[in-house]
């Protein structure tokens, strides 16, 4: 089964409303109307429409870093993802290791907000890691089999609107990168479970992508190992200096 990989900005709360319009249309015109792989960015909130108006007439998908798990109601400072679609937002990510752990949000939250994302159809990248101290304690594949029971949740009609990001938190924004084979023992472990709560054929066809410190030097790298669909980057998505020749690389042979 080929899967098409995903190359995706996280922008977190960085830019402002000029640099992340102008970051925009160079993605989308390095991206172009690129064939054989998908690229998303995920701006903050007061920005997405600025950037859908700089991606227009491109294949660039426009995402949301988070949401609140209620179609509307008295939720201050809160963003529902009907709103979100209304803005023409196409994927959210949820469970972001910032969120996790900056914000305490948690897995029951998690799944709250996959699921009403799905119904008010957008796509969906759940995101999954674990932190150093459970790496040291050899609980990786614990927590992973704990984040990804949140997917339980997502009815066949939504299979295909699913991705997964694994991002070890302690990889994210250190410079400390995954080693590919790491990598790839942590996108094998999550793809088994994965078949093991959506079945084989989910585990075949969902995309799972990488994230922690992807720069352009390494990310040819983990491309080329077979259980990695892709990258998750949030630093060196910022300029498209760097971002641009990640959108561009290819696995390394
Ligand atoms: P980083 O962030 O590439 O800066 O490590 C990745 C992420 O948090 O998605």
């Known amino acids: 089964m080929t899967r098409q990989p995903i190359l995706a900005g996280n922008w977190k709360m960085h830019l402002t409303k000029r640099k992340a319009s102008a970051l925009a249309r160079d993605v989308a015109a390095t991206q172009g109307m690129a064939t054989g792989r ?3 960015v995920f701006p903050t909130f007061v920005h997405l429409d600025h950037v859908r108006r700089n991606l227009k007439g491109s294949n660039v998908k426009l995402g949301a ?6 179609k509307e109601g008295a939720f201050t400072g809160e963003i529902s993802p009907y709103m979100l679609r209304d803005m023409g937002v196409d994927v959210l990510l949820i469970g972001h290791s910032e969120r996790r752990h900056l914000m305490s949000e948690s897995d029951a939250l998690i799944v709250e907000k996959v699921k ?3 119904k008010a159809k957008l796509e969906v990248m759940l995101c999954v890691g674990e932190t150093l101290e459970e790496r040291e304690a050899n609980l990786t594949f614990e927590v992973l089999a704990r984040q990804l029971k949140a997917l339980k949740v ?3 009609i939504y299979f295909d609107k699913i991705s997964v990001a694994y991002e070890p938190v302690w990889a994210i924004g250190t410079g400390l990168t995954a080693a590919p ?3 790839q023992k942590a996108h094998q472990e999550c793809r088994r479970v994965i078949g093991g709560v959506l079945g084989p054929e989910v585990a075949g066809s969902i995309r799972i992508l990488y994230g922690g410190s992807v720069k352009p030097d390494n990310v040819s ?3 080329s190992q077979p259980d990695v669909d892709g990258a998750l980057v949030g630093g060196a998505s910022l300029t498209i200096e760097q971002f641009g020749p990640i959108l561009q690389a290819a696995p390394s042979a």
């Open 65 to 70: 870093q988070n949401c609140w798990p209620k």
């Open 38 to 40: 998908e690229c998303m």
């Open 221 to 223: 790298a983990l491309l």
């Open 154 to 156: 997502v009815k066949p």
């Open 116 to 118: 009403l994302g799905l």
């Open 181 to 183: 084979e790491t990598a």
